[in-house]
């Protein structure tokens, strides 16, 4: 927690003083970091990925992680993946709610959210990757872009019961 609070909150990667608040000094770090909270996510331990969720959503809403572009260009896909990975297996329900709050500031954070970029972009790639071509396009149709972090939370606990009764019938 000392370099966390050393580091960065004393904006070791983006340095309030910068002329451009996008340039992220020691990149490889910050990107080496933030795999390391990915990696992380993909253990067993529910309440390390709890922990380490709400480490996430608690630097987002700090220092606005989901819209840096380092962040963006380099992991933001990988993060949704492995978010949604832990929603659709089920196997950790008791930790779902710190799940759907992440997910909901990296949706928030994307570009155009009132257009669906989040739905578009991330979802639709993550979906096409584990539904056929026609399974995947009823799942897409239904999917409402919600107005805010309820709706979209209900959202999105519809579309993971749905997306599991599809992979369950071995659509």
Not at 4 to 30: H, I, M, T, W
């Amino acid at each position: 927690e000392q370099w966390y609070q050393r580091r960065v909150r004393g904006n070791y990667f983006y340095p309030r003083n910068a002329p451009d608040r996008e340039v992220c000094l020691n990149k490889d770090s910050f990107l080496a970091i933030l795999q390391v909270f990915g990696a992380s996510l993909m253990k067993t331990d529910f309440n390390v990925i709890k922990q380490n969720a709400i480490a996430l959503t608690d630097l987002n809403d700090k220092h606005e992680l989901f819209t840096k572009q380092a962040f963006t260009a380099h992991l933001k896909g990988h993060f949704v993946a492995v978010l949604l990975d832990l929603l659709f297996c089920g196997a950790m329900p008791i930790i779902n709610e710190e799940l759907e709050e992440t997910l909901y500031q990296l949706a928030n954070s994307h570009l155009e959210p009132a257009r669906g970029g989040f739905y578009v972009d991330a979802l639709s790639k993550y979906l096409a990757s584990i539904l056929p071509p026609p399974v995947l396009a009823t799942v897409l149709n239904k999917i409402e872009v919600p107005s805010n972090g309820a709706s979209f939370k209900i959202n999105l606990k519809c579309l993971v019961n749905e997306v599991k009764y599809y992979v369950n019938c071995g659509a």
